[in-house]
């Protein structure tokens, strides 16, 4: 479903990604993991399309959209989720849900499967605050928020970036809750965490960033049975740790 | 009493200045705050829109309605001029945008006193509204009168169509993050392309609706220019509610000040700017000036 092939990326001359790839199946749920700087958040901009890749491609259900704009890919089915949120302070949560709704709801070459609805019977919470605006809500509803958002534009690749960011243990309970649920209704996801353990909860399968390259991908029930694999990874490969020998020890 | 009766004439029309500067700056504070556009040109669509109003006018009523449409089409083209050529430069400050739109308002004014020549070109109201009034003892103009409701009406339709419609959500969600909005499947350019040519259309109209008040002359852009800076500045870039507010003081200083004390009243224009200044920076570092763009994009 989301092919990232040797993809390279960064920001003003600095290359942050070094072809990274990545294979993602539709109805999975992938992670990547790794510390502040590996990489995740561009990843997740480059194939949001807020980053350009200089390098590499990065193909959503067949079709490749690496040098398509923002809007373009969004409106070719991927949603983003980004980090720190980013709902729009001066807009209330209904007129959030409405212009996302406006967007991805008109699409004519599929039915609209979110509706604003929809998702408030998903997240009650924000049924509750549809007339308080971003800057008024918690962490948590923000949270609930740019997801809905997100899920308004009717996607078929969900990228959520550093999702339980700042959140409490019972919300990020939620969060993970309903991402597991997410394939059911036949979305994929990339996640971006920076804890292994969480990632291994919610994801059929687990990349390990270390400085902008993959150094390993695990199971994520290889994860949860060994979850020491991922910070010796993390520790390891950026020290010349061979790639692909995780995974080898696991075995 | 009779102080109070004697300022009242120059109170009303420093409401109708004011409501003609809002109408007059609610284009350039939107394309600013929101966009992220300064458009120098402003004052020049407005003097265009003035020019052809004048021109269309001869005193009947539907060559008035003819003078305002003409207005905000030539208005909402200028605007369009402005959205191609600004839009490349988008993501690059708004530092190269003014400048062009400097350039175009050089380029604007050379053809407007080309055209028009270098005297002001009066406007011919309809005879129902080129008389005047009398109220609290006072003569004042029908026209001015007018236009202060039209101006009203034209200030709440605006702050319903910024608050309570989906056009005006996606112009407020601009302005918060421009590169979100992308992310959710709307073209930032087409978003510009409309802010520009609404922001020309509010410039055109103004312009003619405010020819009969002051202009088309050769002066007239570079005066508009000038007093929506105040007003925008004063009322806080993209704020309608601030500019409405901002623009009914100008007016007010403008008429009133005059007429009480014309020593102080332009002082006291340019001391108020400089307050406001001064309070924003003290309450919020230099992005409360201004200078930092509320659209600007995050990613």
């Not at chain 1, 999975?28 to 901009?45: D, E």
């Not at chain 2, 500067?21 to 609610?26: G, N, P, S």
């Not at chain 2, 369009?80 to 604007?108: C, D, K, S």
């Not at chain 2, 309608?240 to 004390?261: H, K, P, Q, R």
Request: charged content about 15%; some cysteine.
């Amino acid at each position: 479903m989301l092919t990232i092939d040797s993809l390279t990326a960064g920001y003003d001359g600095g290359t942050v990604l070094h072809g990274l790839d990545v294979e993602i199946p539709l109805g999975a749920v992938h992670a990547v993991v790794g510390h502040n700087g590996a990489g995740k958040t561009t990843l997740i901009h480059t194939v949001a399309g807020l980053v350009a890749a200089s390098s590499g491609r990065v193909v959503v259900d067949g079709g490749d959209v690496t040098r398509l704009p923002a809007h373009r890919r969004a409106r070719a089915g991927v949603g983003l989720v980004p980090q720190g949120r980013r709902v729009f302070p001066n807009l209330t949560v209904q007129e959030h849900l409405t212009l996302a709704f406006g967007r991805g709801g008109r699409r004519r070459d599929r039915a609209a499967e979110w509706t604003p609805e929809s998702v408030k019977a998903l997240l009650p919470r924000l049924a509750e605050r549809a007339g308080h605006r971003g800057r008024q809500l918690s962490g948590g509803e923000q949270q609930m928020l740019a997801i809905a958002r997100a899920l308004l534009g009717q996607p078929r690749l969900l990228l959520l970036d550093e999702p339980t960011e700042g959140l409490a243990p019972l919300l990020v309970q939620d969060i993970a809750s309903l991402i597991k649920r997410l394939p059911e209704r036949g979305l994929t996801v990339l996640l971006a965490a920076p804890q292994p353990t969480f990632a291994a909860s919610v994801a059929d399968r687990v990349t390990i960033l270390v400085a902008g390259r993959a150094a390993e991908e695990f199971s994520a029930e290889t994860l949860r049975e060994k979850p020491e694999l991922a910070a010796l990874a993390m520790g390891h490969a950026g020290a010349g740790h061979e790639i692909g020998a995780g995974e080898a020890a696991a075995r | 009493m009779g102080a109070l009766n004697a300022h009242l004439v120059p109170a009303v029309d420093g409401v109708a200045y004011g409501l003609l500067l809002y109408v007059a700056a609610a284009g350039l504070t939107l394309l600013f705050g929101i966009g992220g556009v300064l458009n120098i040109a402003h004052g020049t669509l407005f003097a265009l829109g003035g020019y052809l109003a004048a021109t269309v006018s001869d005193g009947s009523w539907s060559s008035a309605l003819l003078g305002l449409a003409v207005a905000v089409v030539g208005g909402t083209l200028g605007g369009a001029v402005l959205a191609v050529g600004t839009a490349p430069l988008v993501e690059r400050g708004e530092l190269p945008q003014a400048l062009l739109t400097f350039g175009l308002a050089l380029v604007g004014g050379d053809i407007l006193s080309t055209v028009y020549g270098g005297d002001e070109h009066p406007v011919v109201v309809p005879h129902a509204v080129n008389g005047t009034v009398h109220f609290f003892g006072h003569v004042y103009p029908t026209y001015r009168l007018m236009f202060i409701v039209i101006a009203a009406v034209l200030a709440v339709a605006g702050t319903l169509v910024l608050g309570r419609t989906r056009v005006g959500a996606l112009l407020r969600a601009t302005a918060d993050d421009r590169a979100m909005v992308g992310a959710m499947g709307y073209a930032p350019w087409r978003v510009h392309a409309a802010l520009c040519a609404a922001a020309g259309a509010l410039a055109g109209l103004a312009g003619g609706l405010g020819a009969p008040i002051i202009g088309p002359g050769p002066d007239t852009a570079d005066k508009v220019l000038m007093l929506s800076m105040v007003v925008i500045v004063l009322g806080g870039p993209g704020s309608v509610l601030g500019a409405f507010v901002a623009a009914v003081a100008v007016g007010e200083i403008e008429t009133l000040g005059v007429s009480i004390s014309s020593d102080w009243a332009p002082y006291l224009l340019f001391g108020m700017m400089a307050a406001a200044l001064i309070v924003r920076a003290l309450r919020g570092g230099l992005g409360g000036v201004g200078i930092a763009m509320p659209g600007k994009a995050r990613a």
